[in-house]
């Protein structure tokens, strides 16, 4: 089955740093990868959709300047949390497909733990 | 279906009881819906899905059912075990774009 792998599992970082978590399609090529954020007993709110080689498209209210996010290629997919501060302490999981959800489902990460202290 | 809860409602199920988790939607332009069952600290899984030209779809202990008319849609557990003990998710594509977006979960408390 399809399989997403997301790294780092958790991390601790000073505020003012940046982070970067890796997102990645194991045995098929994602066209379209997406990031979420989840705060504690909430459900998962979409941050952005990433395509590879274009540009990611934000949701309404995420800095994408705050997020960035690149996918270079159809096996990879990465969001940096830059200047991270306290507020941005979250659960943040990807997701990947390799066509329409429909036909491809989605396939989740096992999510990353950011805590900004 | 759509919106993100301050607090997750709580299902507590005896072991072995059937569980039924509900979920209202609001856009009939939703295309497809699937359900994700999330343990704690991981990513959600997924359980079953459905398009929108269905009303049932059944999988090994769980059963989608999809009402159009009033825009809900359940997910039926039979014979509920302890490891189903999770926050369950229901998901929608289609009414806001090429995108999944998330209800605001249920968790489900299997007791012994």
């Known amino acids: 089955g399809a399989v997403v792998s997301q790294h780092p599992s958790w991390v601790i970082c000073k505020s003012g740093t940046s982070v970067k978590i890796e997102c990645r399609s194991l045995?098929?090529?994602?066209?379209?990868m997406f990031w979420y954020r989840q705060f504690p007993k909430q459900s998962l709110m979409l941050m952005a959709t990433?395509?590879?080689?274009?540009?990611?498209?934000?949701e309404q209210g995420v800095e994408k300047d705050k997020f960035l996010i690149n996918h270079a290629s159809l096996t990879l997919s990465t969001l940096t949390v830059t200047s991270a501060h306290p507020e941005d302490s979250s659960f943040y999981i990807c997701?990947?497909?390799?066509?329409?959800?429909?036909?491809?489902?989605?396939?989740f990460g096992s999510g990353t733990r950011l805590t900004v202290v | 279906g759509e919106s993100v809860g301050l607090h997750l409602p709580t299902l507590s199920v005896q072991e072995g009881d059937n569980s039924i988790i509900n979920c209202a939607y609001s856009?009939?332009?939703?295309?497809?819906f699937i359900w994700y069952k999330q343990e704690s600290g991981k990513g959600p899984q997924f359980i079953i899905d459905?398009?929108?030209?269905?009303d049932k779809r059944q999988g090994q202990r769980v059963t989608v059912l999809l009402n159009k008319t009033v825009k809900h849609l359940s997910l039926q557990i039979a014979a509920t075990q302890p490891g189903d003990s999770a926050v369950y998710f229901c998901?929608?594509?289609?009414?806001?774009?090429?995108?999944?977006?998330f209800g605001g979960g249920t968790r489900v408390l299997v007791k012994p």
């Open positions: 045995d098929f090529q994602a066209t379209t």
């Open positions: 990433s395509n590879e080689g274009s540009k990611a498209t934000y």
């Open positions: 856009n009939s332009a939703s295309d497809y």
């Open positions: 459905i398009r929108s030209n269905m």
């Open positions: 997701s990947a497909s390799g066509g329409e959800p429909m036909d491809y489902g989605y396939t």
């Open positions: 998901a929608e594509w289609g009414a806001a774009g090429n995108k999944l977006t």
